[in-house]
């Protein structure tokens, strides 16, 4: 977009790299470069970076005496078992980085092409470990259409509470259950009541639920008592992912009285495994457009010009699932979601600003997530909850199979891209996730 200062050559849609399946490629072509955390049998974590089919295996490069001085320390960082210390880069040497990455993989006299068998991998031959160690992990709660949809179930003519246009809302999560893309969790077991009910009974949810959310991973840094403020709090966003906010409704419904979510939500969350970096973001940024009547600014600190102008971020999301019967049949998954991930009233800076206003520091390596997306529409909602109304009006697959929530063995399957016109397109990955039988219990 014209007069965005953060787009570089790295973006330019002519760009081609010298591995052929990157051209063209419509997740990883050289202008995306998502860095994960990777393993194959032998040999332990360590940092890729996806281009095409492949991945390039930075710890390979790191000491295949390629590089060295400045470009090799940055190499090396981002070649770790954990994409922390990569995180706890400033802004200025991710963009080098970034630079580096792209020279060697689109500059025909790169010298990496006399090496391709020791330095790369094919993407399907590698297991993907968690991008880095989350320390912590807040979940907002941005989406307007969600808000509203979820609202509406229990006030259905007041859906927002007055704090909405006001304070960017979130709970703080679990880090310790969040787990890689591919896996699968237990149906959670837990105490749940009939709606209006004050005798809670004991056993396995019944109503679990999917939440389509974007990650963002944040660089963070600041200490104990000082804030990021508004203008610098994009600077703490390295990085963007997929995130399903995994949630028992029933085990939430009835303890969120009268503080936050617990139990919940902290039994199992996915997330995609590439870091797709702010830096490959930067042609799908966007304008957040402006409130309507009714609907106060934000106050003073959560408030940028610039970050109004470009801190929004364009990406198309969607839902899949992949039922049990599904899979016997050999049928391919349904797509039961699609959404923009625009739809959200606060900014990733804006969260940022708002988690460190009190002096809380944030540390590289924690992950948000930005609230369920829904976007308006009926294919647009972003969890089970609005898609049924709460339960109360089940959705039929192709196959007949009807579903309130979800089933043992449904996997879900959440996807996203940015595209736009002028520049390519870029994918975020996949976060996929199977519920599976609850653990044996008693009551
Ligand atoms: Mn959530």
């Not at 010298?18 to 063209?24: E, L, M, R």
């Not at 470069?33 to 710890?59: K, N, S, T, Y």
């Not at 400045?70 to 080098?96: G, K, Q, W």
């Not at 837990?190 to 959310?213: C, I, M, N, W, Y």
Request: proline share 8%; charged share 20%; aromatic share 8%.
């Amino acid at each position: 977009m014209p007069g965005n200062p953060l787009i570089d050559s790295t973006h330019d849609p002519e760009l081609r790299s010298w591995v052929d399946s990157a051209n063209g490629h419509p997740e990883f072509p050289v202008q995306n470069l998502p860095l994960c955390i990777f393993a194959q049998e032998g040999a332990g974590p360590r940092g890729g970076v996806a281009i095409g089919d492949q991945l390039l295996d930075l710890r390979a490069l790191a000491s295949s005496g390629l590089m060295s001085g400045n470009e090799l320390a940055l190499i090396e960082t981002a070649a770790a078992p954990t994409l922390n210390s990569y995180c706890a880069l400033t802004a200025a040497d991710r963009v080098r980085l970034r630079k580096i990455l792209s020279n060697l993989l689109s500059d025909l006299k790169s010298p990496l092409r006399s090496h391709t068998d020791s330095l790369f991998v094919a993407l399907d031959a590698v297991s993907f470990e968690m991008p880095a160690t989350v320390g912590d992990y807040s979940d907002f709660f941005a989406g307007i259409h969600h808000a509203r949809n979820a609202g509406r179930m229990f006030r259905p003519d007041n859906p927002l509470l007055p704090n909405y246009w006001h304070v960017p809302i979130a709970y703080h999560g679990r880090a310790s259950s969040i787990d890689v893309s591919g896996k699968g969790f237990p149906r959670p077991v837990g105490q749940t009541a009939a709606h209006g009910s004050t005798t809670p009974h004991f056993g396995p949810s019944k109503r679990v639920d999917f939440e389509l959310e974007l990650a963002i991973w944040i660089g963070g840094g600041n200490r104990t008592g000082e804030p990021i403020p508004i203008d610098k709090a994009s600077d703490a966003i390295v990085g963007f992912g997929l995130l399903n906010d995994w949630s028992a409704r029933d085990i939430q419904a009835w303890e969120t009285q009268p503080l936050g979510p617990f139990l919940g939500k902290s039994f199992y969350s996915t997330v995609s495994p590439f870091l797709v970096t702010v830096e490959a973001l930067a042609p799908f940024r966007r304008g957040m457009p402006s409130r309507g009547e009714g609907e106060p600014a934000p106050m003073a600190y959560l408030w940028d010009e610039l970050d109004q102008q470009i801190g929004v971020f364009d990406c198309h999301l969607e839902v899949l699932i992949s039922t049990e019967k599904m899979r016997a049949a050999g049928a391919e998954p349904v797509v039961l979601t699609e959404a923009s991930g625009k739809d959200l009233v606060w900014t990733p800076a804006q969260m940022v600003a708002h988690h460190t206003v009190t002096g809380c520091n944030l540390r590289p390596g924690d992950l948000f997530g930005t609230g369920t997306v829904s976007s308006p529409g009926p294919k647009g909602h972003g969890s089970m909850l609005e898609m049924t109304e709460g339960g109360r009006v089940p959705l039929t697959l192709p196959n007949g199979e009807q579903r309130s929530f979800l089933e043992d063995g449904d996997e879900v399957i959440m996807r996203g891209w940015c595209e736009a016109e002028g520049y390519a397109r870029i994918g975020l990955g996949e976060a996929r996730g199977t519920v599976g039988p609850s653990l044996p219990y008693s009551d």
